[in-house]
């Protein structure tokens, strides 16, 4: 089975939290959860198989295989083509 690295990008609004909760529920191959937020909620902690810390939204290298925007259009907008090598399901 492939394992994903995966990004919830407004991971601390009621929707972030749900995608990631169905994330965990449902047994989705999950490699590494990157959770993404306003400067405002940096430092959250969650748990998803391990504690995760929330980090502010800024472009990284890092690589993500599945990003998951629930940031609001403007965020999305931004940050989703700054990112070429990201597979982005954009939720409204």
Do not use: W
Request: proline share 2%.
């Amino acid at each position: 089975m492939k394992y994903y690295n995966v990004a919830v990008v407004g991971a601390t609004g009621a929707v972030g939290e749900e995608m990631t909760r169905i994330l965990e529920q449902r047994g989705f191959p999950v490699k590494k959860l990157s959770l993404y937020a306003s400067h405002r909620s940096a430092g959250k902690e969650y748990l998803f198989k391990e504690t995760i810390r929330v980090e502010e939204l800024k472009m990284t290298h890092s690589r993500i295989d599945i990003a998951l925007f629930s940031g609001g259009d403007e965020v999305s907008k931004h940050f989703a083509p700054l990112a070429n090598t990201i597979r982005c399901c954009s939720h409204r």
